[in-house]
């Protein structure tokens, strides 16, 4: 009984009633039993004619609603895309930044190989490139910090994509701690050696950070790629093509970013950080 439309039980009540009604006043006024059936039939047509028109309004209210409801949840897509979008260009700017710094780091000490040691200390001022080392990680940070937080801010209309999210995430951490070894490494390394024959390897530490860079500045690109198809794809009844690398051992980040392994990956991030408390 609960599950009965409080429309459909009035209805039912109702011509329950007047039938009553109808041949109460057929037995008092003895009126003809076709007179009665004529009415009836009336009244009967008039009440479905109106539930019809109820139902009708009622279909019409519930679309209209579920309208709005789309056209409120596409607007406020687009305007997390917008958002998100623009911390995306914010850091991406910032990771080529310092792409390029350790791309020509190593070319510029070798080019001093030639002068003197005494010369290339002074050139070379090994605290002063700490000092620059460590504003990387800041650079970084804050590029990151102000793509998650717009994530973040925008998360109910991306929770589909939450697993890309965190895979960029994860190369972003393996950067800073990258660039934090390298500062260590640099920090313990006498300038003679940075400068002389240990540069190889010195140019090593910078191609890692550097190739890192790029990956993470290459899958914020298929990120935006992948909203852009999710939120305006049906805007403009149209998807924007997926990168394709050419070299095919570098992956898309919808290859590589594969939810069950993304989960499997923040579970041992998790455990690492706990067993090193």
């Not at 973040?152 to 965190?166: G, L, S, T, V």
């Amino acid at each position: 009984m609960k599950n009965v439309n409080p429309l459909i039980a009035f209805v039912i009540i109702f011509v329950f009633m007047y039938a009553i009604f109808l041949c109460t006043v057929t037995k008092v006024y003895k009126l003809e039993l076709n007179v009665l059936i004529d009415n009836f039939t009336v009244f009967i047509g008039w009440l479905v004619a109106l539930g019809i028109l109820a139902l009708q309004l009622k279909k019409n209210s519930e679309d209209n609603r579920s309208l709005k409801r789309e056209e409120l949840r596409k607007s406020f897509e687009i305007v997390a895309f917008k958002s998100i979008n623009e911390k995306i260009t914010e850091f991406s700017k910032k990771l080529s930044s310092v792409h390029v710094k350790y791309l020509i780091l190593p070319c510029q000490i070798k080019w001093k190989k030639g002068l003197h040691i005494k010369d290339q200390k002074s050139w070379f001022e090994k605290q002063k490139m700490s000092l620059e080392i460590s504003n990387d990680t800041i650079t970084v940070r804050e590029g990151a910090s102000g793509f998650i937080l717009a994530v973040e801010a925008n998360e109910i209309a991306i929770i589909d994509y939450d697993h890309f999210r965190k895979y960029i995430q994860f190369r972003i951490e393996d950067l800073l701690d990258r660039i934090e070894d390298f500062r260590k490494y640099f920090d313990e390394q006498p300038i003679e050696d940075l400068c002389g024959p240990e540069n190889e390897n010195f140019r090593g530490w910078c191609n890692k950070i550097s190739d890192l860079t790029v990956n993470i500045t290459a899958y914020l690109s298929d990120y935006r790629i992948e909203l852009m198809n999710h939120f305006l794809g049906n805007v403009f009844n149209n998807l924007v093509p997926l990168r394709k690398p050419m070299d095919s051992k570098f992956k898309i980040l919808r290859e590589v970013a594969l939810k069950e392994e993304v989960q499997k990956e923040e579970q041992r991030r998790i455990n690492r950080a706990l067993n090193n408390q």
